[in-house]
Each structure stands twice: as structure tokens, then as C-alpha cells.
């Protein structure tokens, strides 16, 4: 299994671009997020999707965008980037959204915004 | 979901044990308390949880008081690859999968 996957690694935008980062997972978890994380800071919840069809907001979902039609994809849209959306970006996928349990994290997207 | 506590930093002799603490004294009875850990650069990684009884896995050991107030991490014999920020979180069954971290303790260990 690869696990979490994301692409790109690395990318820098420039203020109004959009683009989309990237999250799969072969695991056949229902449950997968979004994070980001601010330097010296620990994550904070973007997007989550309990199912596909199914996502909903967490704690920081403004300037963002999510979809879920596959069980293994959730990308995520950045519709207008701006410099405040400078942050590394991970994606987290588990079996379950109840329960107990791990999620399992891709290694990051690191995004800089101009 | 309960607050945690953790100290900023702690430095650990390779080989020797790492006792991370972390206090979580608003703790409710249907509160785990997970353990994740994040290598520089790196995603998290998942580390080990429990609710009351004292758990151990391939990588640490959980130890929580009887009052469940606080816990300790124990990493049995630390190494240079154990370095990393260490985060304590206490979540709820019904949606433990929004993880919300803290500043967490950053543990280097020296040789």
C-alpha cells in the first residue's frame, strides 16, 4: 500500500491563482481530512469528509474548497490563493470518523503564496 | 473537548527513557487520549492511545492516573530518531477524526 499520497510536494502561487492539491489513499478509509499547518504551529482542520458525497467545514475552511466522489480522492481547491494560505498542507485519512483509532498523514504540500 | 497541557521542550539522553507528560484535568469520561508525534518536515505519525487502563504498543508506552486528570508517554529507549514534536490529544468517539493540536512538547534527543 502507498498509504496517503499528495502531489504536489511544492508549490508557489501568486496572489489570486487558483489550483488544487491532491490527496489519495488506497486504504479504503472512509474518513479523510485537511489540515494546515502555520510555522511554530500545530494543525488546524480545513475540510473533512466522512464519505464520498458527504464533506462538511472545520475549524479554518474559508478560501477553500473540498469535493468527495470517490472513496479514495479528496482534493483540495484553493479558489483565490492569498499570502494568509502560505502553510504546509496535509491530508489525513482512517478507517472511521466515530470510533477509535489512527489517522494516517501524507507527507505535505508546502504552498507559498506571493 | 478537554484542554491539554504540555511543556514546550524536553531534552532526553539517547538510550535512556523519555516521560513526556501532558495534564488534561477537564477530562470527561468518554475522552480518550491520543498520542501523536510529528518529525521535522514530516506528516504526523500516530503513536498510541488509551481511555483508562494503562496501554503499550511497539513504540511507547501510555501511563494515565487513576483520576485520568493527567497521562505520561514513555518512550522505553529513546534515539536520535525519536526527535520530534510530541502532541497530546484528548478527543471523543463520535469525532475523533477532527484532531485538534496543540503546540504540543518538542523532544530532542541528544547522544
Known amino acids: 500500500n502507498a498509504g496517503v499520497t499528495q502531489t504536489p510536494k511544492f508549490q508557489v502561487l501568486k496572489t489570486g491563482q487558483s489550483m488544487t492539491l491532491q490527496c489519495a489513499q488506497d486504504?479504503?478509509?472512509?474518513?479523510m481530512s485537511w489540515y494546515r499547518q502555520d510555522p511554530g504551529m500545530g494543525l488546524r482542520l480545513i475540510h473533512y469528509?466522512?464519505?464520498?458525497?458527504?464533506?462538511d467545514q472545520g475549524e479554518v475552511p474559508n478560501g477553500y474548497n473540498v469535493s468527495r466522489s470517490t472513496t479514495e480522492d479528496f482534493p483540495l481547491r484553493l479558489l483565490s490563493a492569498a499570502p494568509s494560505q502560505t502553510s504546509v498542507y496535509f491530508c489525513?485519512?482512517?478507517?472511521?470518523?466515530?470510533?477509535?483509532?489512527?489517522?494516517?498523514f501524507g507527507p505535505g504540500t508546502r504552498l507559498t503564496v506571493l | 473537548d478537554a484542554k491539554t497541557t504540555q511543556p514546550p521542550s524536553m531534552d532526553c539522553a539517547e538510550g535512556r527513557a523519555a516521560n513526556l507528560p501532558c495534564n488534561h484535568s477537564?477530562?470527561?469520561?468518554?475522552?480518550?487520549v491520543y498520542w501523536y508525534r510529528q518529525i521535522h518536515s514530516q506528516g504526523p505519525q500516530y503513536i498510541i492511545h488509551?481511555?483508562?487502563n494503562n496501554e503499550t504498543n511497539e513504540m511507547a508506552s501510555l501511563i494515565i492516573t487513576e483520576d485520568r486528570k493527567s497521562s505520561t508517554l514513555i518512550l522505553p529507549h529513546a534515539t536520535l530518531r525519536d526527535t520530534a514534536v510530541y502532541y497530546c490529544?484528548?478527543?471523543?468517539?463520535?469525532?475523533?477524526?477532527?484532531?485538534?493540536f496543540g503546540a504540543g512538547t518538542q523532544v530532542v534527543v541528544t547522544p
Open positions: 488509551g481511555l483508562k
Open positions: 490529544i484528548v478527543k471523543t468517539t463520535d469525532s475523533w477524526g477532527k484532531l485538534q
Open positions: 469528509s466522512v464519505g464520498a458525497g458527504i464533506t
Open positions: 489525513a485519512s482512517s478507517y472511521s470518523f466515530s470510533g477509535s483509532g489512527e489517522q494516517f
Open positions: 477537564t477530562i470527561s469520561g468518554n475522552e480518550y
Open positions: 486504504m479504503n478509509h472512509e474518513y
